[in-house]
């Protein structure tokens, strides 16, 4: 019998905290949150105060059965989940589903070491039931606006879609911040104007670069200013040189974190996230979310030792960052290493990536400012009075910046680099001077990092909620993160050389996105949608203010039944109003182009069930509508009559090759060219519509060349053939087929490789099966990557945890077949209602206030 039992949420947390604590003490995991609300409209009794009907989740059933078994061989249980709300509520849950007593031990940590374990184990505290309730709050709120607004999103706007609509509190939010961008971004008018730079040479060959400090509106404003310039003396006429410094930035908050990790690393959001959990639960970092920039003063002390020891004592400067928000409240502290002596964090090389970029953000916190010295020159024209300018800045002391310097968004900006000597009064050789034309640019779209940036700025949202806020709309396909390529233009531009004006056009690529977050024709829909009809749940300042009531529950000043049925009865009112109520206007997702010039017939833009289209024609007419898909860069709301008309170009035709044609078209699969009745797919990088003859023979000859077959000898009397099919390179023997593993290709294999492969699927093949039945080959025992399942036919059965699989029969297995409703979960039904008003089934166990 073990005298104590830990629990926390996580195995490799477990791992790690056991090996900290004796004998005496055993840690087990939860494997995370082990109850929630019912998938139904019975979830929350709202005529009892909107009591939260919680069960344990199928998958851990299990879970609880073993914990059960341990807290009764145990003499003192320990709830060690994380120090946050969600982390709180996780422990309150584990209290209610294993019967525990009120005044079980709860212990937190900020970080998993040895001396915060034991230091946590002589301070346990209760589980802080303001706290849960501020997750409770958020959890029924969120369950309440999702069940509720979902029915009529399907209702109203649905239009036969194979997604399941549904919107979200904070999720719609973010879905408002990128469309208004992207409207913002397509209604922008690009004005340009002409930036004149110029190059001196002067002593020993160096250069000197300066510009005017204004730009000139059309381009004769600036051939004016240039022929100014021809026979002008360009001198120095002021030198102002000033001390400055730079200052490091705090050490990271959960989003500075995510912000940081994407620019400099191009990490997700989700992924930094992830590896940010596994560095915690190994012990190398502190908790990872957080709002708080403050370090404890054993941290600075630590850092301070560290930087001493690699750089020495001029390099230490140690500082107290205070955190300026109000609704700070997650943890205590920043994100750190716990031990700064260590630089390596095991793990893979992502892990350390990432644990480099806090020891390296962490240290430089604490470490003296750079020094610099900066130098504006002034340089006179003897012909006008304008005057050029250049800058440049010199490190006198290095300080932070030996470790390291924060990113940051701005596209635009450049470092200044050193001027070479100069003098008042110097007199400047001018090599040329341009007059380029620049483009005025829009708000660029958001990336991951920066909308967590602006929802930060705004107040919405909190640390352990952006990450599966992003996660959430791009799987719903409200938004899609990709790269799209740029856009070729031309601009002019004037060259002074040697008293010669030049005038060149030139041409740039403009418009390239990397990792962007687009809205989709769905996310438009339902956004306008949204606004028009529940302005409220996609308001910014409500969506804020409901974290601040949160954060107010958490501190005890707000009863959470109070601010729910504050919030949800002018919401629901609203949703019966919305959805018993007519729409005016067109449809939701449709757009009328205008008529087909030809044909005469109506052409529409509209979103149906498999995504955004264009038809011709109505399901009236006398012949058939046609349709055609949009690019996954066209939007119904933007789309123009032509472009929609270009769409119906396809299949076409683009040339012969060995005399027979090749027709570009687009099938269920994707663009494909089409050749002696053979697909060929376009690659990712091919645009079906402009894709030319050249290109398609091309792709026709390497898919030939993938597809050979070449014989490399012989196994067990029969041919070993490779090749490369479309599941990638393999080998093929006696009718069957064996992938290659990754990183292996045909050109490079022996033999002796070929049969070994074909031994090891055999050998995984006879291990496959723990049963076969030959008079009924339709049924199996299945050995399956998470355990044994009875298969039969295409239907997938589990076995009971009781019955040992390898002792069934074909009668048991039959059986088993036949009655399967305690194992198999029923469909959800499409347009799940809203939660029910009156108290649910008994047989429920509803939470106390």
Not at 185 to 211: C, M, P, R, W
Not at 248 to 272: D, G, H, I, N
Not at 423 to 440: E, H, P, R
């Amino acid at each position: 019998m073990s005298k104590n039992l830990v629990i926390v949420e996580s195995p490799a947390k477990a791992r790690t905290i056991e090996g900290y604590l004796g004998k005496d003490f055993v840690v087990k995991s939860s494997y995370g949150h082990v109850r929630d609300l019912p998938k139904d409209d019975m979830a929350i009794d709202i005529q009892n105060g909107f009591r939260p009907i919680y069960e344990v989740t199928p998958d851990k059933r299990q879970v609880i059965s073993e914990l059960k078994k341990l807290v009764k061989e145990s003499d003192v249980i320990w709830l060690a989940t994380d120090d946050d709300r969600e982390g709180e509520a996780i422990s309150w849950h584990l209290k209610e589903a294993l019967g525990l007593k009120d005044d079980t031990k709860r212990i937190v940590f900020h970080e998993i070491t040895k001396k915060a374990i034991q230091n946590a184990i002589e301070s346990p505290r209760l589980i802080d039931i303001d706290l849960v309730n501020a997750q409770q709050a958020r959890r029924v709120l969120d369950r309440l606006v999702g069940f509720e607004l979902s029915p009529v999103l399907w209702k109203k706007i649905k239009s036969g879609s194979s997604m399941a609509l549904s919107a979200g509190r904070v999720q719609s939010v973010a879905v408002r911040l990128i469309v208004e961008r992207e409207r913002e971004i397509d209604g922008h008018n690009t004005k340009s104007s002409y930036k004149v730079t110029a190059q001196f040479i002067v002593d020993n060959g160096k250069i000197l670069n300066s510009e005017l400090p204004k730009n000139f509106s059309t381009l004769d404003e600036a051939r004016a200013f240039l022929d100014k310039c021809r026979e002008a003396i360009f001198t120095i006429r002021n030198l102002e040189t000033k001390p400055a410094k730079k200052s490091p930035a705090p050490p990271f908050t959960t989003s500075t974190l995510q912000q940081e990790a994407s620019r400099k690393l191009s990490f997700s959001v989700l992924q930094t996230m992830t590896l940010a959990q596994k560095l915690y639960e190994s012990g190398k970092i502190s908790y990872m979310r957080t709002d708080s920039i403050s370090l404890s003063q054993e941290a600075i002390d630590k850092a301070k030792q560290a930087i001493t020891s690699d750089f020495g004592e001029k390099y230490v400067h140690t500082r107290q960052y205070k955190t300026k928000s109000e609704s700070a409240q997650e943890a205590h502290e920043a994100i750190r290493p716990t031990d700064f002596s260590v630089k390596t964090a095991g793990g893979d090389r992502n892990e350390q990536r990432l644990y480099d970029l806090i020891w390296k953000r962490s240290i430089a916190s604490q470490m003296a400012d750079a020094q610099l010295e900066r130098t504006t020159a002034t340089i006179g024209i003897s012909t006008t009075p304008e005057e050029l300018i250049a800058q440049g800045e010199v490190i006198k002391f290095d300080g932070f910046l030996k470790v390291y310097l924060e990113s940051t968004d701005d596209e635009d900006e450049e470092s200044k680099g050193m001027l070479p000597p100069l003098s008042i009064g110097q007199v400047l050789n001018l090599d040329q001077m341009k007059a380029t034309q620049k483009f005025s640019r829009p708000a660029p779209r958001y990336t991951e990092a920066s909308l967590v940036k602006k929802l930060e700025e705004m107040g919405i949202g909190r640390p352990s909620t952006y990450a599966p806020t992003i996660s959430t709309i791009v799987k719903r396909q409200y938004v899609i993160k990709e790269d799209r390529p740029g856009k070729e233009r031309d601009f002019k531009e004037l060259i002074l050389k040697q008293g010669q004006i030049q005038e060149k056009t030139g041409k740039e690529n403009y418009g390239s996105e990397k990792a962007k977050l687009f809205p989709t024709n769905m996310g438009l829909v339902v956004n306008d949608f949204l606004v028009e009809y529940f302005e409220g749940i996609v308001d910014y300042k409500f969506t804020a203010n409901v974290e601040k009531e949160f954060d107010e529950i958490a501190n005890g000043k707000v009863g959470w039944q109070d601010m729910i049925q504050n919030f949800y009865g002018d919401f629901h009112r609203n949703v019966e109003t919305v959805q018993g109520a007519t729409l005016t206007g067109s449809k939701p997702g449709s757009r009328d182009l205008g008529i087909h010039p030809e044909s005469g017939k109506k052409v529409s833009a509209r979103l149906g069930k498999y995504g955004a289209y264009v038809q011709i024609g109505e399901a009236t007419d006398e012949d058939k509508p046609q349709f055609a898909n949009l690019k996954k860069d066209q939007l119904i709301e933007s789309i123009s009559l032509d472009e929609a008309l270009d769409l119906f170009s396809l299949p076409r035709e683009v040339g012969f090759f060995e005399d027979k044609p090749m027709v570009i078209g687009i099938g269920k699969y994707g663009p494909y060219v089409k050749h002696d009745d053979k697909y060929v797919s376009l690659s990712k990088d091919d645009d079906p519509y402009t894709v030319t003859a050249e290109r398609a023979v091309e792709l026709i000859q390497q898919k030939r060349i993938e597809n050979i077959s070449e014989s490399i000898g012989e196994f067990e009397g029969k041919l070993i053939t490779t090749g490369k099919g479309r599941f990638g390179p393999y080998v093929k023997h006696d009718e069957k087929y064996i992938s290659l593993p990754k990183g292996e290709f045909p050109a490079g294999l022996t033999l002796e490789r070929a049969i070994e492969l074909i031994q090891q699927k055999r050998l995984t093949e006879s291990n496959k099966y723990i049963r076969e039945f030959p008079e009924n080959p339709a049924v199996k025992v299945v050995n399956g990557m998470y355990g044994p399942y009875l298969a039969i036919g295409k239907r997938n059965i589990k076995i009971p945890k009781d019955v040992e699989p390898a002792s069934l029969t074909l009668e048991d297995c039959l059986k088993l077949a036949g009655d399967t409703g305690g194992d198999e979960k029923p469909k959800a039904k499409k347009g799940t209602k809203a939660p029910a008003k009156s108290t649910v089934a008994a047989k429920k166990t509803a939470v106390k206030k």
